[in-house]
């Protein structure tokens, strides 16, 4: 019996709801990366570090919901914050008082943040990001590194735009002598310190401080999308890094499970913005924009982020990163394990991953069979092989993680699905 096999028979009421699902939604759902043959699995409730599908399995979860959950599911903090705010209300034609209290905490958390201001995603913090960087330069074109992945808006999504330039993610010389030949055409600079999409690639320190350099010498804003990878340390990439950006985007875990995005930097960009001296350069309108149910969530789960709870979590990270390495070397496969802090990224190919280019080597179809397996034996992964940790997560569920991870290459030999 191979993997697909097995997890056919593990999810059959998944498989039922796939079908319906199929009826009224293109794909069955409404996230195009959560699908995966021969159909996803359905969730319906996340306990601690575990979540429950459809049919009863439960899993240890290393996804975090692609890190926003790092504090895992029903932390009682976060409850208890969401609770009371419900009983307030859900949402104001006005500002409210849990805005000033996350916008005063994000301001003296990140280094580089004078100003903030609040959306309903990572995916609109960048938009208004890049829109401010027009406005405050003039002009049009926005760079982004290879391997990027900055949310849905078209412009950044894809690497065809009109006006978007692609930047090598692993050769500082090339890339900054592209933005010294573009400089008066280029607003800003996209950055994701920790390329999540692509396979938690952390970005070198080095080429990180050439950007810095680069931008700051010829009047291009530098736009870290710090999306996933604030959690790496206390005050962000930008502090582990030691590279201030001139504008930060925020999202994912900022709203502790429900949706929220932020954006924020320098306050002479961010005034642009500001409509208390008349009608702003810049409009920011929204009526979810600083959801006060959100906020709440969002404050309760980084006050619970302290510096050692993070320390905690990136030395956890560091040793599931190593153990994994050894767990793909002693059963012969070959593999290359990513991230940073906590996260982690699972690359079966030969050689270093260092860009995205280097990821698209790896064995898709093995993959596929090792997530399945995965699955299988009470694991969940993101299916691009891709997870992060949780505070929720112990040295125990780490153990049975690699315990799993054993079992799964074990099986390799079985025929794959046909």
Do not use: W
């Not at 959306?119 to 290879?146: C, D, I, P, Q, W």
């Not at 930060?248 to 002479?268: D, H």
């Not at 802090?341 to 270093?352: E, K, Q, V, W, Y």
């Not at 080597?361 to 596929?368: F, N």
Request: glycine letters at 12%; charged letters at 25%.
């Amino acid at each position: 019996m191979n993997e697909e096999q097995r997890y056919r028979l593990r999810t059959p009421a998944s498989a039922r709801y796939f079908e319906e699902a199929r009826r009224y939604l293109p794909g069955g759902d409404s996230r195009s990366t959560l699908f995966y043959p021969p159909y996803p699995a359905v969730l319906d409730r996340g306990e601690g570090c575990r979540v429950v599908d459809l049919d009863g399995n439960r899993l240890l979860d290393f996804t975090g919901n692609h890190s926003v959950l790092i504090h895992g599911y029903h932390e009682p903090a976060v409850l208890d914050s969401i609770r009371r705010q419900l009983e307030k209300g859900t949402c104001f034609p006005g500002p409210t008082e849990p805005q000033l209290r996350f916008a005063r905490h994000l301001v003296e958390r990140i280094a580089s943040l004078e100003r903030v201001r609040f959306t309903n995603s990572g995916t609109e913090a960048v938009m208004m990001a890049l829109r401010g960087a027009r406005m405050f330069t003039g002009r049009r074109m926005v760079a982004k590194l290879e391997g990027g992945y900055h949310g849905t808006s078209e412009e950044v999504m894809g690497t065809a735009h009109p006006d978007l330039v692609l930047l090598p993610a692993d050769d500082a010389e090339t890339a900054a002598g592209i933005l010294e030949r573009r400089a008066e055409e280029i607003a800003a600079l996209l950055v994701e310190p920790v390329q999540g999409s692509a396979g938690m690639i952390p970005m070198d320190a080095g080429f990180l401080r050439a950007m810095r350099e680069a931008t700051r010498r010829l009047g291009i804003v530098l736009v870290f999308d710090e999306v996933v990878s604030l959690r790496v340390a206390y005050g962000g990439a930008e502090e582990h890094c030691g590279v201030p950006p001139d504008m930060t985007c925020l999202g994912k875990l900022i709203g502790g499970g429900l949706p929220l995005g932020a954006f924020g930097g320098r306050e002479e960009i961010m005034a642009l913005f500001d409509p208390s001296r008349g009608p702003p350069p810049v409009p920011h309108p929204g009526s979810y924009n600083a959801n006060p149910v959100s906020l709440a969530a969002g404050l309760a789960t980084l006050e619970l982020l302290t510096r050692d709870t993070i320390a905690q979590l990136n030395r956890r990270g560091e040793r599931l990163r190593a153990e994994l390495k050894r767990e793909f070397d002693e059963a012969g496969v070959p593999a290359a394990i990513t991230g940073l802090g906590s996260l982690f990224g699972i690359h079966l190919t030969d050689g270093p991953v260092r860009t995205i280019r280097d990821a698209a080597r790896g064995d898709e179809g093995l993959r596929h069979r090792i997530f399945l397996g995965l699955y299988n034996e009470g694991i969940l992964l993101d299916p691009r092989g891709v997870g992060t940790l949780s505070t929720a997560i112990g040295e125990r569920e780490i153990e049975r993680f690699l315990e799993a991870l054993r079992t799964v290459l074990s099986r390799l030999e079985e025929p794959a699905a046909v």
